[in-house]
């Protein structure tokens, strides 16, 4: 119901937008039987989940002398629509762009801001999981009206690509001319299936740990790195790992490897005096 010189029952509307995947890339709202006796009079604002505001309409139609109200209209507002309301003739059912004919004016409580936008497209980019709400209020004296079959709202959505995961191997420390034993990681991704991930591996110290060193495998979620330091080289090498899902996105961790100089051989001697090698 839209009452005379005030807001609306309920104010605001609510619509509980759940289970929509994907970010906005486009709204369309619907407004099914609206009925008023002065369309000037009215002030329709919607605002999203993450608080975006825009004027689906304000100040619109006809003026007081002939084209006045309206009776069981449907309006569509897009910003794909050829046109907006008019100010000054008469409303008809049909599809627009938001029309705001007095911006820069506050809304009723809870609102108040007088920023708002005119374009949809201001949700573009935003989950549309969440609580939608419609402001409707009549700012002039004589005229009231409804929504006879209330709002509803559609949506065009992207699909999200989110970042592929992978675990973090622990550092690793081997022997001058020993081999880094098998190291067991970790990747997944909510959106491309860990059999077709990819996995690619790189050194930090090429003289320690050449590409042609670094052998990869596995093809699910476990996958395996090895490492076969080259002969006679000691120090360190960082190890990076870059997982890449089908739509680009990549992640990275990486890992110190260690090859430290063997020990030297225990002494060999007679240290009892008894003419025998001791061990």
Partial sequence: ????????????????????????SGVTVTLTGLSHTYTRDLGILLVGPTGQRVMLVRKAGGKKAGTTGVQNVTLTFADSAVTGLTFGQQITSGTYKPSDFAPGTDFPSPVLSSSYSTTLSVFNGEAPNGLWTLFVADTEAEDTGVIQ?????????DTVNTDPTISKPRDQTVQRDQPMPPVVFSVGDKETPASALTVAASSSNTTLAPAANIFLSGAGADRTIRIVPAPG???????????????????????????QERPPPPARGDFDGDGRTDL
């Fill in 233 to 259: 080289q000691i120090g360190n090498a960082t190890i990076t790992l870059t997982v890449t899902d089908t739509g680009g996105k990549a992640s990275s961790t990486s890992f110190m490897l260690t090859v």
């Fill in 1 to 24: 119901t839209i009452r005379d010189t005030n807001v609306a029952i309920p104010y605001p509307s609510v619509i509980n937008v759940s289970r929509v995947n994907g970010v906005v």
């Fill in 149 to 157: 079959g209330g709002w509803s709202l559609s949506f065009s959505t």
